[in-house]
């Protein structure tokens, strides 16, 4: 079966991930189901089972079903009727698919491992995914923009495609911005190096994963096991599993999670986990199926692009303003000896009289020098309001059409400084 597998992996270019073996009712063969992503398919979940059984010394006959993960559970019956009727593993025929219906006997003493349920297609209301389900099962009101949970009845839960958004706050360009007080709030966001290592990082980003759910309920994962799972370049992801307990007091469940960071983009990112939970004494019946419905899983990039781009339409413009304001500050350093200059020529050509607004006196001569500077320079001193929360107010020089997008943007936080409210030894 080994072997099998092994050809399966080479072929899908993913490595198949599979339950425990059992064996088929009333013979000498054994099976194991497994689910891979093939990727030489457009990435295309796929289910399948592996039977083998020994025909001779030192001799096995070995066999394969396999079909799209989302009619896998409809298909494989009629596929295993028709396998047995021309192959005979063992030199004993099964006399139907009933053979492995979810009820075989224990192999060697173990508890064996059913197969999966047959699923039916249930889509999200905003058309953002679709998932397979078993009857009996249900996906709760709540799900969208590519997002869900299964609930089965006797505590199973699958969940799917759950998103966070992620900062990494090592990213030169965050780093820069620092300095202005322009960080992005973190308040809903996990926290960490896009880069860390998540075969060693998982536990943290799980518990803040968690406790971002609102679940701070400590958990303990038992017999743990992770490996990395094959991603594309720019995007890594780990597969974790073992027995969770203590998880909000549902006692223990098995559990099988794939945590994946992704989309890239000035120090934010996506972060996305997939995860079942079984009661362990459930776990050799509803493996299978819980398997069977993750790879099921299928999601409408498209709704979910666009519902993203409206929700995330704001905070591009802010990391978009907040960027400019930056380049506009380190340009505005290395032309400063421009500025100067420029400020003289002003000086002996403004006969204009400036006036504070306070009407008691003239502005200083450097203030008005400044503000016709700022006018050939084509630049604008801008006032930012409650600097990182802290109530601190600060000023910038800036290109007229950076101060522009930060007013537009957010204009409680920014607001343009007339000549007359220049701080000398800041803006001149």
């Not at 905003?126 to 998932?131: C, K, P």
């Not at 759950?162 to 780093?175: E, F, K, M, T």
């Not at 096991?225 to 720019?234: D, F, M, Q, S």
């Not at 200083?364 to 409650?386: I, K």
């Amino acid at each position: 079966m080994s072997k099998v597998l092994r050809i399966v992996h080479n072929n899908c270019g993913d490595k198949p991930q599979i339950g425990k073996v059992f064996q088929f009712k009333g013979t000498h063969t054994e099976g194991v189901f497994f689910t891979v992503t093939n990727h030489a398919l457009g990435n295309t979940p796929v289910a399948g089972l592996v039977i083998s059984a020994a025909s001779g010394p030192h001799q096995v006959e070995a066999a394969l079903v396999s079909d799209k993960a989302s009619r896998f559970g409809q298909t494989v019956n009629p596929m295993l009727q028709q396998l047995f009727g021309v192959w005979h593993p063992g030199g004993q025929a099964a006399s139907s698919s009933s053979a492995f219906r979810g009820k075989t006997a224990p192999s060697g003493g173990g508890t064996a491992t059913a197969g999966p349920a047959q699923l039916h297609t249930v889509t999200l209301p905003d058309r953002s995914a679709s998932v397979g389900v078993p009857d009996g099962w249900n996906v709760p009101e709540g799900g969208g923009g590519g997002s869900m949970g299964v609930m089965g009845p006797h505590g199973e839960m699958v969940f799917l495609n759950l998103v966070r958004g992620g900062i990494d706050q090592n990213d030169p360009q965050l780093r820069s911005l620092a300095r202005y007080g322009s960080l992005p709030n973190t308040q809903g966001h996990i926290v960490s190096p896009f880069n860390v290592d998540l075969t060693r990082a998982y536990p943290e980003i799980i518990k803040q994963f968690r406790h971002l759910n609102g679940k701070d309920t400590p958990v303990n994962l038992q017999n743990s096991h992770v490996e990395r799972v094959a991603t594309p370049r720019g995007e890594q992801c780990v597969h974790v599993t073992g027995n969770i307990v203590g998880d909000d007091n549902h006692g223990t469940n098995e559990s099988n999670i794939v945590l994946c960071f992704g989309d890239y983009q000035q120090g934010n990112y996506g972060v996305h986990v997939y995860q079942s939970l079984i009661p362990v004494e459930l776990a050799d019946r509803e493996r299978a199926t819980a398997g069977a419905i993750m790879a099921s899983f299928q999601v409408n990039q498209g709704v979910v692009q666009r519902q993203a781009n409206a929700m995330a339409a704001p905070g591009i413009a802010a990391i978009h303003a907040i960027g400019a304001a930056a380049a506009a500050q380190m340009k505005s350093a290395e032309a400063a000896h421009d500025i100067q200059n420029a400020s003289e020529r002003a000086r002996q050509n403004s006969y204009t009289t400036h006036y504070s607004n306070t009407g008691d006196g003239q502005l200083t001569q450097g203030g008005v020098n400044q503000s016709f500077a700022n006018y050939l320079l084509d630049q604008t001193v801008v006032q930012g309001n409650d600097i990182d929360g802290s109530g601190a107010v600060g000023h910038a020089t800036v290109w007229n059409a950076t101060a522009d997008a930060l007013v537009k943007h957010d204009p409680n936080r920014y607001e343009i400084v007339d000549t007359p409210n220049y701080w000398k030894g800041v803006d001149y």
